[in-house]
């Protein structure tokens, strides 16, 4: 994905809240997953780990997932040893093309604990083997630690590297083989802002 880096936002938890507000795609809210979507972690004995108790490991072990629901975040640690994916999935495939037509954006609220070690992939897809994926390791390493930042990547990023927007099912996914250590509070799709988004596109 060729995208140019926009300056970073530096805004409270409580702005995406007005944001959402507007929004038609919320994904998740104070670390809690809407109900139209599932969270799902793996690693290479089950890619697709559905997270319905925490905290909760993947098959071999290589991340793990843990709510701070009186923080209101999730909190999602890679210990190095394998890769392994956090992902967010829609209940069913969901066409995109309002929201690449409202110039969208998908925006994430997070806070890196601790920076990636190798590279850190962020992927949308749209049914096994379609995806689109950026590299955001040099992103999540420029990040200040422990301070929750907004980050959003440009829709037209993703279809301009092969998503097709007529079909996602995972609007976020995280992956890396190295250890990392983020909490995620917000996640959506949000139209008007894809032109002044972080990771851009235009």
């Not at 795609?25 to 670390?31: C, I, K, L, Q, S």
């Not at 999935?89 to 969901?94: K, L, R, S, Y």
């Not at 993703?158 to 992956?175: A, C, E, H, Q, Y």
């Amino acid at each position: 994905m060729r995208c140019r880096k926009a300056l970073l936002v530096f805004l409270p938890v409580a702005v995406f809240c007005t944001f959402a507000a507007a929004a038609q795609e919320v994904v998740m809210v104070d670390g809690i997953v809407s109900e139209s979507y599932k969270l799902l972690i793996g690693d290479k004995k089950q890619w697709d780990s559905v997270v319905d108790s925490v905290p909760i490991s993947s098959a071999s072990g290589y991340l793990s997932v843990e709510p701070d629901a009186a923080a209101g975040e999730l909190n999602a640690t890679w210990n190095g040893k394998g890769e392994a994916q956090l992902f967010l999935a829609h209940n069913g495939p969901q066409d995109y093309t309002e929201y690449l037509e409202q110039d969208s954006a998908l925006v994430v609220v997070l806070k890196v604990v601790s920076p990636p070690k190798r590279k850190v992939t962020i992927r949308m897809a749209c049914g096994y083997p379609c995806a689109a994926n950026a590299d955001v390791t040099k992103l999540l390493k420029a990040l200040p630690k422990e301070q929750w930042l907004r980050v959003s990547f440009d829709l037209k990023c993703f279809v301009d590297s092969g998503l097709n927007i007529r079909n996602v099912d995972t609007p976020l996914l995280l992956t890396t083989t190295g250890k990392m250590a983020i909490s995620i509070t917000d996640v959506g799709i949000f139209p008007g802002v894809g032109t002044g988004a972080t990771i851009r596109c235009r």
